[in-house]
């Protein structure tokens, strides 16, 4: 196996992904394999399963996990992050032009490809650094799961795409080639829309932009492998619309050469349950067990049906993980989180 | 602890709006949710439009149907629903709203606004978020429910108007927008559905959003629901500790302990409308009947 070992979680938003990431980090980290885990999802919830105050938010700089030897823990700022890629690739002067361009500034807050794509050069710089066996990586959810695989080409053919080569011209002379003549109906189109000053802000942006091409395809031509080489596992519960998006990530994963190794069917209900009767007795309590009873016997069997349903249909290795009434919030409950999984092991 | 307080706990009013956003965090049932409504609305004689912001499928599956499209459906009567397709909304927004004239050569001027649309903060959102509202104005429906993207995301959609009135200094774009957030803020016109699960991390999330919509004034919010509220459950814990029957005892602990982070939960929201748990296999568009009548029971 190589150095670092990449393994990331993803899935529809609910399915308790950063919970299971951090579980499988303590797992392992128990085996004395140092261990990092990074959400990019800016929920609290990675510290809160840790039993952690995570300070330093804004420098992406990893926090020590007590009482586990080997676990860090870090949760990606990435308007840090997309500031540090532009430095990283082109000259100060134009790092700093951009860091004043108003376009750029909300670009870099709100453009989510380009936040994707900074967690992952996060994740990369990460994973060169050798300082960690295993990364285990925390995705946003949903639709920004998928983009968090997709964003490295997508940047790529944002900075280095015929659009915007068309838009400014094949090399990289200057503002006035921005207004080529072949761009003209698409510049007054754009500025009856936009108006003149903003596109200057944007061309001024694009033309900066291209200067970090090289360092920025070569970068991300890196993630995609990085990526390529993950041990990718996608969570799901038995809600419609976790599995619906659980099978997403299997039917278009592999478009990009990502493919998903295992689901993982997270609050997994006993099979016992099914056919369980209550109490026999005929007191009010015994009424109400037997009642209990008959609505989680028919839980249990959507949620059996569910799992034999994404079993069925995904020819992939699943682990079931039992459905715990509270998160876990200290490292000790992360660990009886796993221990109570079914095939988890196996899948690491 | 303060807790912002519920804007109102009726239902007429709510239906009698022009458009409800309904959101949440992801997971929580907000397209189930949009079709209880749109039934609700339904019966009390309104024509109702359903926009999906997000997928195809979900709120199809809650209609009985595979999946929605850019072109509205019609269903059970006169239900309209239709899929948000950024390509087609772009498309219509730029030869509709913006009156380019039919000679600009528009495919590639198509695809290189895609380009910008997708880089310029705001733009996208406003011409996604734009769809509902030219519908509303447009006046086909009596209302348009939205089942939107998770609050997160959804802020980020509310703010774009105020975004590219920022950033945009002129043109067609920013006068759109400014048109966009006054109907938004409007609450005759608009309100927000924020939906939650009496969980810890849901229960969060709408807390916060609460705060920052309660600071932000994007939209008026119009109620606050809890989906899959447990039923009660009364049993001594002399009892529970008796119990030798293994299922039973496990049921009951899982449903007492769901129910004690329900109350934790609960206790941090104002809630409107309480929606209950729905127990055993129900096809979506069952779940979507019976949340329509759970809701009557609510008032």
Known sequence: ?348 | MSVPQPALTSLRPMLERRLLIVSGKGGVGKSAISVALALRAQRAGKRVLISAMTDRVGAASHLGADRLFYEPTTFHGDIQAMAIDRAEALDEYIKLQLRIPAAAPMRSLIRAMQVLADTAPGIREVITMGKPIFDVWQANHDLVIVDAPPIGQLMSYLRAPAVVADLVPTGAVRDQAYRMGATLVDPEQAALILITTPEDLPALETREALVELESEQLVHLGAVVANRVLPPFDISPERLAALPERPASEAAQHHIGLLDVQKTALAQLPIDIHLPYLFGVHTPAEVAARLADAWDNNL
């Open chain 1, 1 to 348: 196996m190589r150095r670092p070992e990449i393994i990331i979680v993803t899935g529809a938003g609910g399915v308790g992904k950063t919970t299971l990431s951090a579980g499988i980090a303590a797992v392992i980290a128990q085996r004395a394999t140092r261990t990092l885990v990074i959400t990019v999802d800016p929920a609290r919830r990675l510290a809160d399963a840790l039993g952690i105050t995570m300070r330093d938010r804004t420098t992406n700089r990893p926090t020590a996990v007590p009482d586990t030897g080997s676990l860090d823990a870090v949760m990606l700022d990435v308007t840090a992050s997309w500031e540090a890629i532009t430095r990283r690739h082109t000259t100060p002067e134009v790092a700093d032009r951009l860091a004043d361009n108003p376009y750029f500034r909300a670009v870099a807050d709100r453009f989510p490809a380009a936040q994707a794509y900074a967690a992952g050069e996060q994740v990369a710089e990460f994973a060169q650094s050798g300082d960690w066996d295993v990364l285990v990586v925390d995705t946003p959810p949903a639709e920004g799961g998928i983009e968090f695989f997709t964003a490295p080409r997508r940047m790529r053919e944002l900075v280095g795409g015929r659009l915007l080569r068309w838009l400014t011209g094949a090399r990289i002379p200057g503002r006035r080639m921005f207004y080529r003549r072949a761009a003209r109906p698409m510049l007054r189109l754009a500025d009856t829309l936009l108006g003149s000053a903003l596109l200057e802000e944007i061309a001024d942006f694009l033309l900066d932009l291209r200067t970090l091409y090289d360092g920025l395809a070569a970068r991300a031509a890196a993630i995609d492998r990085l990526f390529g080489r993950a041990t990718v596992l996608v969570a799901t519960t038995d809600s419609p619309g976790s599995m619906r998006e659980a099978g997403r990530f299997f039917s278009s994963l592999p478009e990009i050469d990502v493919s998903p190794h295992a689901l993982i069917f997270n609050r997994a209900l006993p099979d016992s349950w099914i056919t369980a009767r209550g109490p026999k007795g005929n007191t009010a309590e015994d009424e109400a067990l037997r009642e209990n009873m008959a609505r989680w016997g028919l839980e249990a069997r959507r949620n059996r049906d569910a799992r034999q349903e994404m079993a069925a249909r995904l020819a992939v290795p699943m682990a079931t993980v039992p459905w715990l009434r509270r998160p876990p919030t200290d490292i000790s409950g992360l660990a009886d989180l796993v221990a109570g999984a079914d095939g988890l092991e196996d899948i690491l």
